[in-house]
């Protein structure tokens, strides 16, 4: 598999091909950051002006998004949006620790290639040089992620939670994203003939070196205010009223502001009130809000630290210094 022993520092950080003439397809009816906006409306995802302007940007130019933020703020969701509007397939790489090129890039099918051998040895085949050549076919290469991403056209490439992966890893990401292609020794090599849309999200748990970070265009999103919260819990959950999403957001909000492991993203605001719909609620009760808490908070700790200091009912309308409606 192709990969350098160079300083990450010392290789090209930038695509030698980007800008307009990259944009293909839905992608090049794309024409302000406004219009994006519109889209991602459309497809129930409330992205504010700096967000959409990054994310058009990333389009036009033909450069990786690089998304930092909490967990649950919308980083992978925007990458399945974008998906949609240009109807293009998502192709996921969830970065893990020890993950490596190879589970990254291709595989050589193994069992394939021995029944191949066996069939040729059974039809008596001798030719070595020719059999060789036969089970490093294309046919018997299992393609991974990245290579699945430059062969697919067009795509969208989520590369999830870089942040979890080793620096080895990203330096060969640095140099995949240089230029969209990938050397097969038994092969080749393979470009892709349309660079894929990549988005790129860490949590943050630690920093992403700086080289991979020139690579793309850089966004951080922030927890939403609470009337872009309201709104988005409106859009996605049909079924909740104003009262209960104003009260879910006003409570979400509070929690943030306090010592928690994990302050509640979007994500869990959403699985919050749905689990209050499912209950049949209609406004935020205390009662309701503590049997639904493990919808919300999603460590121990953090429970406990909310019972504990009495978080919740200070969050909750009706208590002192709590709720907006």
């Known amino acids: 598999m192709s990969q350098t022993n160079q300083p990450m520092d010392q290789r090209t950080d930038r695509a030698p091909a980007a800008g307009a003439d990259r944009m293909t397809g839905r992608a090049a009816e794309i024409d ?52 949609a509007i240009l109807s293009a397939p998502l192709i996921r790489l969830q970065c893990y620790e020890g993950l490596d090129a190879a589970q990254a890039l291709y595989d050589w099918d193994f069992a394939r290639q021995l029944l191949h051998l066996k069939a040729a040895e059974a039809a008596g085949v001798t030719d070595v040089r020719a059999l060789e050549g036969e089970i490093y076919d ?38 995949v994203l240089s230029d969209f292609t990938i ?71 509070r929690l943030r502001g306090a010592d928690l492991v994990k302050p509640p993203g979007v994500a869990e605001t959403l699985d919050w009130t749905e689990a209050l719909l499912t209950l049949g609620a209609s406004r935020l009760s205390p009662d309701l809000a503590a049997v639904t808490l493990g919808a919300l ?7 406990e630290t909310v019972r504990r200091n009495g978080l919740l009912g200070a969050a909750l309308p009706g208590s002192a210094g709590g709720g907006r409606v």
């Open 183 to 253: 050397s097969v020794p038994e092969l080749g090599t393979i470009r892709a003939e349309t660079p894929p849309v990549v988005v790129v999200t860490s949590n943050r748990t630690r920093e992403v070196h700086e080289a991979l970070k020139r690579r793309c265009l850089y966004h951080w999103i922030e927890h939403p205010g609470f009337e872009r919260e309201v709104a988005i819990l409106l859009r996605r959950l049909p079924a909740c009223t104003e009262e209960l999403a104003a009260e879910v957001a006003d409570a979400a909000g």
């Open 297 to 303: 908070l999603k460590y121990r700790e953090d429970q």
């Open 32 to 83: 302000s950051p406004g219009k994006l906006a519109t889209l991602l409306e459309e497809h129930d995802y409330l992205a504010d002006e700096g967000l959409a302007t990054a994310a058009f940007l990333a389009l036009r130019m033909g450069r990786p998004l690089f998304l930092e933020g909490e967990a649950g703020v919308g980083k992978t969701e925007l990458a399945k949006t974008l998906s």
């Open 138 to 175: 294309r046919r018997f290469l299992i393609a991974r992620p990245l290579l699945r991403a430059l062969e697919t056209r067009p795509c969208v490439l989520l590369v999830d939670e870089i942040d979890r992966a080793d620096d080895e890893f990203e330096a060969f990401l640095l140099e």
